[in-house]
């Protein structure tokens, strides 16, 4: 089976759903799939120091990078285009990632040209929350050019049942999968070390250490985050907030304006994105996790957390509703009062946190692993080359 792959980028500062599009081409390349990806140079305000126009080999696939031309949120990439349009039909299947953005227009396009079919993971982007956002603009891009390729794709992937649920309205023809992220088991098996964490940032040394990783962009609730950690600050004097994540988009001085006016802008660190073992040894500094988001697809942050058996409060926009039927997770309404009440529940007795933690990592281990996840991606691709019925 030879798929291709599309992602209008994968640099870091993207954060989880371009790092997910990589460790599935790993994960699939695993399983025999022979896996090409296509992406841009795109990483924030810079640009990869890639090669451009040949294909690279990754961990048993290959990638190729196109230049782009940047207009506010989008990458166009002729590049790209002229690729598309003059080798997808070399692949058996074509599985775009991302939607609201223009690399993976000329491939739905291309594929309707020469009849390849096509599977859409929009990530999170065809949530309610996410549609209204600068909705104006979405409106018409989606009515004219959205919308009638996702009508013609042979499946589309949700990474949560809620996530499905909540795309019923659009009335898409489309078969829904439910297919979630995942992580590798090996990456959580020992932590590095928290003094590696401390040593970069020794004024969270010896500090109550909760942690939030994720971009720093409206959708991820840090002004909920701001009115919380204020009364959980005022029960827990100790307490000291990592916001961690990059900011692609120039909203860190209002984040920072908003723990200001809350009052509690001291006991917040920024450390910027972590990756590699600083990353990880975060994960093992922080008492407990939080993700207080208005929408998510299916948070990589969060299952990093659990993996990492940390205690974690996330909202029902996180979609990980199955996280508070194990009790391996608080999930709370997307509400600052919530947020903070499950933080001090989380810092006043360590002892069931500790729990809630171990529970939270062995529902991810066991059920919530990269393999999984590409073993059920190759039902999916079969079923729809073989044209049958989708039964995940």
């Excluded at 696939?61 to 230049?67: H, L, M």
């Excluded at 304006?257 to 920024?270: N, Q, R």
Aim: charged share 20%.
């Amino acid at each position: 089976m030879k798929i291709l792959m599309v992602v209008p980028a994968i640099g870091d500062v993207y954060g989880g759903p371009s790092k997910c599009v990589v460790e599935i081409a790993q994960a699939l390349a695993n399983l025999g799939i022979e896996v090409d990806l296509v992406t841009t140079n795109a990483n924030g305000s810079e640009k990869l120091n890639v090669p451009l126009n040949t294909w690279i080999s990754g961990s048993n696939y290959r990638v190729q990078y196109f230049s782009f031309w940047g207009l506010q949120d989008y990458k166009i990439s002729i590049s790209l285009t002229q690729w598309l349009f003059q080798n997808i039909k070399d692949y058996e299947l074509v599985h775009t990632n991302a939607i609201f953005s223009f690399p993976v227009l000329p491939a739905y396009w291309a594929c309707q040209k020469y009849n390849v079919p096509y599977l859409v993971t929009p990530h999170g982007m065809l949530e309610p929350w996410a549609l209204s956002y600068k909705a104006r603009k979405k409106q018409l891009y989606y009515s004219l050019l959205e919308k009638p390729a996702l009508q013609q794709a042979s499946a589309i992937q949700m990474l949560a049942s809620t996530e499905a649920e909540r795309v019923k309205p659009l009335n898409l023809k489309a078969p829904i999968v439910v297919i979630p992220n995942g992580i590798h088991h090996q990456d959580f098996e020992t932590l590095p070390s928290p003094e590696l964490f401390y040593k970069q940032f020794p004024e969270t040394r010896e500090k109550t250490l909760v942690l939030f990783l994720a971009r720093i962009d409206p959708k991820k609730g840090l002004d909920l985050l701001a009115k919380a950690f204020t009364k959980v600050q005022a029960q827990f004097p100790n307490a000291h907030l990592v916001i961690a994540g990059p900011d692609n988009i120039g909203y860190l001085a209002k984040v920072k304006e908003l723990f200001t006016e809350a009052g509690c802008l001291d006991m917040v660190t920024f450390t910027g994105m972590l990756t590699g073992s600083v990353k990880y040894a975060a994960l093992n500094a922080a008492s407990a996790f939080v993700a207080p988001s208005y929408s998510e697809g299916f948070s990589m942050s969060v299952l990093e957390a659990m993996a990492s058996g940390l205690p974690c409060v996330i909202t029902t926009g996180c979609n990980f509703p199955e996280a508070g039927t194990a009790n391996a997770a608080y999930v709370v309404n997307i509400d600052a009062e919530e947020i903070a009440d499950a933080l001090i529940k989380c810092l006043k007795d360590p002892d069931q946190s500790k729990a809630i933690g171990d529970r939270a990592r062995q529902l991810i281990l066991k059920e919530y692993t990269w393999d999984q996840v590409a073993s059920k991606l190759v039902q999916v691709y079969e079923s729809i080359l073989q044209k049958q019925p989708i039964l995940i």
